[in-house]
């Protein structure tokens, strides 16, 4: 098959120049040249162009030249490619002359499918000797980071040059702002400064430029100069706390009244906001619509923070006293959202820790508790219409789980209680609220319910996480505690049973993953997953089987971060997607996993939903990682494996305005998704092979709600679906819909 491939050369006398800025050449001129190649042969085949040239060591080719595309697909017989190769580089340490090149072109799969032809490159000498460059002319850091500085120095003489260089700008972050470097000729020499970012709190978020400068050691030649900039990123967060959380009307004194003054008859909360960021905050407390109408909210105006500072503000009830009914409690929540002037991506922006506060509220009546006596008929017919006809929940629903038989709703609330709900099998019931209160399974927990999860088999155990970092197990068939499994200050994020129900694992705040052994009953965990340090917050979990008798555990949070511990074999797996996405920041988060089968779905708080096909993952061992794990009753930290692994991404959309996605929910056949976030609506897709269905690029939208949802759960029951939704306004919301059979499509 020799000779039967052409290429087709539109220059052949090449000029090149090279760059003052020591940088490759990116301009298309006489130093670059298209080559067509077409296939002559009988077979499919695709082809790479090479260039090479006598004393140029083979390692080095790729840095004088560049090919686009650098191989090209198999082609069929008679088909042509067009490659654009550039010259950037002088190959050897010459100019003003005219040197020879070889192009080659030649098949990847049958080695005797190739074709040579000469050409000619005539090199110029640069108008300077030395130049600087750097790979980006913007860095970033926070507070307390070393960050690396690489400086290249090119010689375009024909002689070793001795250059001093210095840094100015940055000195004071500087160990050492000056260097001395011999710089060869023809190829760049590397160079690097380190710089030691002060953890120091009155250190502004903004840019700091700086220029690193070259001296040659002969006198003569210009210096080399080159500017860059290195950007202070914000480390720290908005503290947000409210002290005490509890107030009554009428106040038991007047320090309650301090924003309203001393005829004031409500109540007065007191906010307090420290800024421990490097950038000006602006915060805005919000709560519900409906908490604000039904106790006449007066939320603060937005208040603005310099870094540092502590700032204190009111949020006031003006809630009528009643004439009769003794007491009465309400619970409420404010919500702390972190507004910068200076950043306008929403997932970039400082969070409020934490970015809720569940306040309560005692209103007593007016009339005397010796006087209800004579009101006790009045009072119980109130009460039992309070008891049919309000909302069993008191706060912001925050966590769903249905059973196994679609039957049976169970939700857990920051009004500190765990309720249990019939779902409704009437077609004719309004679809949003066919849910019948049946009976509490936990109530006055001491805190909010952030996460509960229901065990797989039997479904009759919960496992409920507190807002205090508190895990306990409740018997749903006895509505009696089992356990508490956990108690420390270390916040709960997300549960997950393992397939099999013998082990809980938990996610928490201080970024650790804990294993819990059922089947020995015990406050120690049976394996702690510690990152070393602490890479990224976690903020949801999943349990995977990558194949029949094996069970994994996936977390993923901060910075998009998605991985995957096989606890039983010490081994870790990063996930990367492909095709790569972009860079994520600290404050961009995977806030919900969803698994079936091998099909993986994750939200985040960008707004987006994607599917990934596990089954094609790709996974390679990389020699650092920063996870440990330690046994129970072993005090040695033991490292675990680690495994890099290339996941192909099968679809990506974003919903309403960029706004979070909380939660996610798939049947188990992946064929149906749901999803609720902070746009109010619950929306639900059918897949195709973890596809959107071509009919189905549009969410059907089951509902629009005007508050936050948090959570959502979805199971198939009889050619239908039922679906149900945690909302703040403290509902728990169910839907019904007809599908066909999941085996017709």
């Known amino acids: 098959m020799v000779n039967r491939v052409k290429a087709e050369v539109t220059r052949r006398n090449l000029v090149l120049t090279p760059k003052l800025d020591g940088a490759a050449t990116t301009e298309v001129g006489d130093n670059a040249f298209a080559v067509t190649v077409t296939n002559a042969s009988e077979n499919f085949a695709s082809f790479q162009v090479e260039l090479s040239t006598p004393g140029v060591a083979a390692d080095a080719i790729n840095e004088w030249y560049r090919v686009e595309p650098e191989i090209c697909t198999k082609k069929p017989p008679g088909a042509s490619t067009t490659f654009q190769v550039a010259i950037v580089r002088s190959p050897i340490p010459v100019y003003e002359t005219t040197i020879e090149l070889l192009l080659r072109v030649f098949s990847i799969e049958h080695r005797n499918l190739f074709v040579t032809q000469k050409l000619h490159l005539t090199i110029h000498k640069p108008k300077q000797s030395l130049v600087l460059s750097l790979p980006t002319q913007a860095f970033k850091g926070t507070p307390g980071d070393q960050v690396e500085i690489p400086v290249l120095l090119s010689n375009y003489s024909a002689s070793t040059v001795e250059a001093r260089l210095v840094c100015t700008g940055l000195e004071a972050w500087m160990e050492n702002a000056e260097q001395t470097i011999r710089v060869d000729p023809n190829y760049p020499t590397k160079a690097r400064f380190f710089c030691q970012v002060p953890f120091d709190p009155t250190l502004l978020s903004q840019e700091y430029p700086f220029t690193i400068q070259a001296f040659p050691a002969l006198k003569g030649p210009i210096p080399a100069a080159v500017k860059g900039s290195l950007e202070i990123l914000p480390l720290g967060m908005v503290e947000f706390s409210c002290i005490p959380s509890h107030q009554q009307i009428p106040a038991k004194d007047s320090s309650q009244s301090q924003a309203s003054g001393a005829d004031h008859q409500g109540a007065d909360y007191q906010i307090e906001l420290q800024n421990t960021s490097h950038l000006t905050q602006q915060v805005n407390i919000t709560a519900s619509e409906a908490d604000r109408q039904t106790l006449g909210l007066e939320l603060p105006e937005p208040v603005v923070l310099a870094p540092g500072a502590i700032e204190t503000c009111w949020v006031t009830v003006n809630k009528p006293r009643h004439w009769l009914g003794g007491k009465r409690q309400f619970q409420f929540d404010l919500v702390a959202e972190v507004y910068e002037p200076d950043v306008s991506d929403y997932s970039h922006r400082t969070r409020a820790v934490p970015d809720r506060q569940t306040l309560s509220l005692t209103i007593f009546s007016k009339i005397p508790n010796w006087l209800l006596g004579l009101l006790g008929l009045l009072l119980f017919l109130g009460l039992l219409w309070y008891l049919l006809l309000l909302p069993k929940h008191r706060a912001s629903v925050n966590s769903v789980r249905l059973d196994g038989n679609a039957s049976t709703v169970f939700s857990g609330s920051s009004d500190q209680s765990i309720l249990r709900w019939q779902v409704d099998n009437n077609w004719f019931r309004n679809w949003a609220h066919r849910l019948k209160y049946e009976e509490p399974i936990a109530t006055d927990l001491g805190k909010a319910v952030r996460v509960i999860r229901l065990k797989p088999a039997d479904n009759n155990v919960i496992a409920a996480g507190l807002e205090n970092g508190t895990i306990q197990l409740w018997d749903v068939l006895g509505n009696q505690p089992q356990q508490t499994l956990f108690s420390d200050n270390d916040r709960v994020f997300d549960l997950a049973f393992s397939p099999d129900s013998r082990y809980l694992f938990s996610g928490h705040g201080s970024g650790q993953i804990r294993q819990w052994d059922l089947a020995q009953p015990g406050k120690q965990p049976l394996l702690r997953l510690v990152p070393n340090p602490v890479s990224f917050s976690i903020a949801a979990l999943t349990t995977y089987q990558p194949r029949p008798g094996t069970s994994w555990i996936g977390f993923a949070g901060q910075f998009n971060q998605l991985v995957f511990w096989d606890w039983a074999n010490h081994q870790i797996y990063q996930?990367?997607?492909?095709?790569?996405?972009?860079?994520?920041?600290?404050?961009?988060?995977?806030?919900?996993?969803?698994?079936?089968?091998?099909?993986?779905?994750?939200?985040?708080?960008?707004?987006?939903?994607?599917?990934?096909?596990?089954?094609?993952?790709?996974?390679?061992?990389?020699?650092?990682?920063?996870?440990?794990?330690?046994?129970?009753?072993?005090?040695?930290?033991?490292?675990?494996?680690?495994?890099?692994?290339?996941?192909?991404?099968?679809?990506?959309?974003?919903?309403?305005?960029?706004?979070?996605?909380?939660?996610?929910?798939?049947?188990?056949?992946?064929?149906?998704?749901?999803?609720?976030?902070?746009?109010?609506?619950?929306?639900?897709?059918?897949?195709?092979?973890?596809?959107?269905?071509?009919?189905?690029?549009?969410?059907?939208?089951?509902?629009?709600?005007?508050?936050?949802?948090?959570?959502?759960?979805?199971?198939s029951a009889e050619q239908s679906l039922i679906l149900t939704a945690a909302a703040a306004d403290h509902q728990v919301y169910a839907y019904r819909i007809r599908v066909p059979q999941e085996g017709s499509r």
């Open 575 to 715: 996930m990367q997607s492909v095709p790569p996405s972009a860079s994520a920041g600290q404050y961009q988060y995977i806030e919900s996993l969803a698994i079936a089968n091998q099909l993986l779905v994750t939200a985040d708080n960008q707004g987006n939903i994607t599917t990934w096909n596990l089954a094609k993952r790709q996974c390679g061992i990389v020699e650092d990682t920063d996870f440990q794990f330690i046994e129970t009753g072993i005090a040695s930290r033991k490292r675990l494996i680690t495994n890099l692994c290339q996941v192909p991404i099968l679809d990506r959309w974003q919903g309403q305005d960029g706004k979070p996605v909380r939660s996610v929910a798939i049947t188990q056949n992946g064929v149906y998704l749901a999803s609720v976030g902070d746009h109010g609506q619950v929306e639900l897709w059918r897949l195709e092979q973890g596809q959107r269905a071509s009919d189905w690029q549009n969410a059907k939208t089951l509902d629009r709600l005007n508050v936050p949802l948090y959570g959502v759960d979805i199971q």
